[in-house]
């Protein structure tokens, strides 16, 4: 494969991140050039069987944003959240399928592949490790125990710290680390982007 052409875990690079999300189409998941988000969910199920349970959640998730997101054109991750509020509150907190609690679900997500990232890039090889810290850290407290068991075990068959920079598919380990600095601050203003606004409309708790 040419150089830099997996997605892998491109799909946060500088290209896609921050200035779609503040401004542009964040839930174009699958158009983006880059592969978006598919990159990313492409490789959680090229790791197999035993993660296949995360990876039909996220393109369940991934899936039911895109169907929306061309079904009401929405422009937006702002422009979502103001149509889905639109009928009140408590509509939208009634809505198993809304947009927003579907986002809210991969926004905690997100706060965990951000802390894993982090964890790689400090040099500690131990990716289960990393990986459960990051969980426990993130999307533990928003699971109940049978998830949060299953999830535990998974970890424990992550494959090791030079087959992820690997994936990453952008050179020699040096490069790869180089890469996750650059992208990791996009990660974290995408975080905090989405943070803030489901804040000011009270939609963190959405059940
Ligand atoms: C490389 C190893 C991957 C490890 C992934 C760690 C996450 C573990 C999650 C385990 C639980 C998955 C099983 C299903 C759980 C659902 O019950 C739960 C709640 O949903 P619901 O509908 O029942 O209320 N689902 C979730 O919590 C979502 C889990 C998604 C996991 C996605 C893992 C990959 C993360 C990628 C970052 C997502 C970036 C999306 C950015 C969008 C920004 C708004």
Redesign the pocket.
């Known amino acids: 494969r040419p150089r830099g052409s997996s997605p892998g875990l491109r799909v946060m690079c500088r290209r896609c991140c921050k200035h779609l999300w503040a401004q542009g189409c964040p839930l174009g998941f699958s158009s983006h050039p880059s592969g978006g ?1 598919d990159g ?1 969910l492409g490789f ?1 199920q090229s ?1 197999g069987a035993v ?1 296949s ?2 990876s039909k ?2 393109v369940a ?1 991934v899936t039911l944003l895109e169907t929306h997101r061309q079904r009401h054109n929405f422009v937006s991750l702002q422009s979502m959240v103001e149509q889905e509020l639109s009928a009140g509150p408590a509509a939208l907190r009634a809505r198993p399928d809304s947009g927003c609690r579907t ?1 809210l ?6 706060r ?2 951000q802390l894993f990232l982090e964890g790689l890039r400090s040099g500690d090889p131990r990716t289960s490790v990393l ?1 459960t810290d990051a ?1 426990n850290a993130s ?1 533990a407290a ?2 109940p125990w049978v ?1 949060r068991k299953a ?1 535990t075990l998974a970890f424990c068959a ?1 494959p090791s710290r030079e087959a992820f920079l690997e994936v990453m598919n952008v050179g020699p380990p040096e490069e790869a680390v180089a890469m996750l600095g650059e992208a990791i601050p996009y990660i974290r203003d ?1 975080y905090g982007i ?1 943070e803030e606004l489901f804040e000011r409309h009270k939609l963190l708790d959405l059940p």
């Open positions: 988000w990313f959680l790791l993660f349970f995360i959640d996220a998730k986002v679900r991969l926004h905690r997500a997100l965990w592949l990986c969980y999307l928003h699971h998830i999830a992550l995408v989405t």
